[in-house]
């Protein structure tokens, strides 16, 4: 009786996995998010939400979007998460390989360089927004951004991800040049905290590291110590 | 979404904010057929609709005059009729009405903000399908996504005219500068109980941020 009724209101759907399958699980695994790097002297600070969802569920939502490439290069990833996993790992390789030919720490233009070679290759399959971000030895901290299509540009403070939209203007009025690596983690959770507020597909905790020569500082903000923002 | 409005759309940003003792209407001033020509480089999408009420339009122009002017018609009735400045509130549901029982047809926004004797200075925003909401401050249009961190980080309630003024001009120059649909010159408009101010700041004078 149930299975008449059903056939005979969705007729195209008579013979779908639609009934087996629930709708969340349909849905491709996006990290729907809002990332952000900002380079400071002496480094690079990196921040992310941590809420991956396919449709409206949100299948992790402590997620880390935060990737290390070498030892003081990371990645911060958005879009697809199964596309971005794989070209990080791509890059991952190919860093490390040239990285013991040339018998030194890579430069962060060559992890970016290589981010853009693969997005660009496959940009038609790809759906893969990438901010690259990591301090060496010739040039410090240095951020550069592969949004989708596979462009590069060196960016002192970018943002990406469906969370980036609403930061635009916190961003370019609150950015100075020339801040320190604490109000550069400051302006950072501000700026997630805002984006994940009014962002649905960004949320759960804030995730930042801060990349210097010394090494990497890595720090969660939970959920109730990010600053609010309410108003009426 | 503005670039699926046939004809000439605002694409845009337009914004209201209450203050201590008033309300400030903005907009950018760029109308543009499709995101690729901008068909005015000065419009004005500030529309008074009584002595102390002003809506803002975003969404197609079509749609948005033809509305604006006959919410203009029925307020200005209703304001005879009742022998008394009409409520904002009241001002807000006419374009609710109207937006409302002609949703599949219009695609329209507005911010309807003003000054009455009964609740002082208010914001009420009117969306697509016809939700009619009242908030202290509000935003809109297709620039407007791009200010919602900032507005959400910068507004406090009960600011001097000053501090509003310097709020919406730097909230609009943030959006302008992001969204390629919005543009030209910055109009406010200040509404008090004492009567109501046009401001007008060409792009070069606007704030320029630290990439500019």
């Known amino acids: 009786m149930a299975a008449v009724y059903m056939s005979a209101n969705r007729p195209e759907n008579a013979f779908s996995t639609v009934d087996l399958v629930p709708e969340w699980a349909q849905e491709e695994v996006s990290t729907g998010t809002t990332i952000m790097a900002v380079e400071f002297d002496g480094g690079v600070v990196i921040g992310a939400d941590s809420r991956t969802t396919t449709g409206a569920y949100i299948a992790n939502r402590v997620t880390d979007k935060l990737t290390p490439i070498h030892d003081r290069i990371f990645c911060c990833r958005s879009g697809s998460a199964a596309d971005t996993q794989a070209v990080a790992d791509i890059v991952t390789y190919q860093l490390g390989f040239h990285s013991i030919e040339l018998d030194e720490p890579p430069l962060v233009q060559t992890a970016a360089n290589l981010f853009k070679q693969t997005c660009y290759r496959y940009r038609e399959e790809l759906m893969a927004g990438i901010i690259v971000a990591g301090w060496d030895k010739r040039r410090g901290g240095q951020v550069y951004t592969v949004p989708m299509g596979g462009m590069i540009v060196r960016q002192p403070v970018s943002v990406g991800g469906s969370g980036s939209s609403y930061i635009y203007g916190f961003m370019d009025s609150n950015y100075k040049p020339g801040m320190t690596k604490e109000e550069c983690l400051h302006f950072c959770t501000q700026a997630l905290a805002l984006a994940m507020e009014r962002d649905g597909s960004s949320g759960g905790v804030a995730r930042l590291a801060a990349i210097t020569e010394e090494g990497l500082e890595r720090r969660v903000v939970l959920g109730n110590q990010l600053p609010k923002f309410s108003n009426a | ?212």
């Open chain 2, 1 to 212: 979404m503005d670039s699926q409005i046939k004809g000439v759309s605002t694409g845009t940003t337009i914004l209201a904010v209450t203050f201590n003792g008033g309300v400030i209407i903005g907009s950018d001033s760029r109308a543009s057929i499709g995101g690729n020509y901008v068909s005015s480089k000065t419009i004005n999408k500030l529309i008074q609709v009584h002595d102390r009420i002003f809506c803002c339009i975003a969404g197609s122009l079509a749609d948005a005059q033809a509305v604006t002017k006959a919410a203009k018609f029925q307020i200005s009735f209703h304001s005879i009729q009742m022998e008394s400045p009409p409520l904002v509130k009241a001002a807000a549901s006419v374009l609710k009405e109207l937006c409302y029982n002609n949703k599949e047809e219009l695609q329209a926004g507005f911010i309807t903000a003003g000054w009455d004797r009964k609740k002082g200075p208010q914001v009420y925003t009117v969306a697509l399908g016809g939700m009619l909401l009242s908030q202290p401050f509000t935003i809109g249009g297709s620039g407007s996504t791009y200010i919602y961190g900032y507005a959400d980080a910068k507004y406090k309630p009960d600011m001097s005219r000053e501090e509003c003024l310097q709020f919406a001009t730097n909230a609009l120059a943030l959006a302008m500068g992001r969204d390629n649909v919005s543009g030209g010159v910055a109009h406010l408009v200040v509404i008090t109980e004492e009567g109501v101010e046009h401001v007008v700041i060409p792009g070069d004078k606007l704030p320029k941020f630290h990439d500019e």
